[in-house]
């Protein structure tokens, strides 16, 4: 099947610094890919929808100038988390959608957990 | 979106079959129903997905009744494996329609 992948897999960083996640899709292309965040105990929450040459698709509440999102291709979006605090620590899962997709099956990376300090 | 409710959790004894429902009443004509596992520290993993009727593949099956408006996924002779949070998710993907978790349904399988 088709393969996301994450990295960093896991990230420590100190406040005030930004940190740079990348999203791959392995053996697709992707023209969509979507960005969620995971609290521990909580489900996934959408953070973005990211489509390949244009700017991303914020959802309500997540800062965009704090969570930059870039999809410079259709096998790669990066979420770079600026300025972060202990507060941004968090799991965070990206999913793509192949081209021409209609039934909707996402696939997942594995996931970056963020901790800062 | 069609916003979709399970139960919070569900425990269940290794070798038996469970079966998960999930209600999502607003559905719409062009939504598919997906389920999807996930296990701690790692990102969702596609179980299986339907319209209607039912639909099964090699790990479960998917049930779907004539109004859609529900869902029902059967995991046969679950082992210790299996316990991990089970999400529902509907949505017609066309274009770049994300897909919204609900809470999921954690279940616990006890040997």
């Known amino acids: 099947g088709a393969v996301v992948s994450q990295h960093p897999s896991w990230v420590i960083c100190k406040s005030g610094t930004s940190v740079k996640i990348e999203c791959r899709s392995l053996?697709?292309?992707?023209?969509?890919m979507f960005w969620y965040r995971q609290f521990p105990k909580q489900s996934l929450m959408l953070m973005a929808t990211?489509?390949?040459?244009?700017?991303?698709?914020?959802e309500q509440g997540v800062e965009k100038d704090k969570f930059l999102i870039n999809h410079a291709s259709l096998t790669l979006s990066t979420l770079t988390v600026t300025s972060a605090h202990p507060e941004d620590s968090s799991f965070y899962i990206c999913?793509?959608?192949?081209?021409?997709?209609?039934?909707?099956?996402?696939?997942f990376g594995e996931g970056s957990r963020l901790t800062v300090l | 979106l069609a916003k979709t409710t399970q139960p919070i959790s569900m425990d269940s004894y290794e070798g038996q079959e469970v079966n998960i429902t999930c209600s999502h009443n607003?559905?719409?004509?062009?939504?598919?129903i997906t389920w999807y596992q996930q296990f701690p520290s790692q990102g969702p993993r596609f179980i299986i997905q339907?319209?209607?009727t039912k639909v099964t593949n090699e790990v479960a099956s998917l049930f779907i009744p004539a109004d859609r408006k529900s869902s029902t996924l059967s995991l046969p002779r679950v082992s210790l494996s299996d316990t991990a949070v089970y999400y529902c998710?509907?949505?017609?993907?066309?274009?770049?329609?994300?897909?919204?978790f609900g809470k999921g349904t954690r279940l616990s399988v006890i040997a």
């Open positions: 998710l509907v949505g017609g993907y066309s274009g770049n329609t994300p897909l919204v």
């Open positions: 339907g319209y209607k």
């Open positions: 607003n559905i719409a004509t062009n939504d598919y």
């Open positions: 990211s489509n390949e040459g244009s700017k991303a698709t914020y």
């Open positions: 999913s793509a959608q192949g081209q021409g997709s209609d039934t909707g099956e996402l696939f």
């Open positions: 053996d697709f292309q992707a023209t969509t």
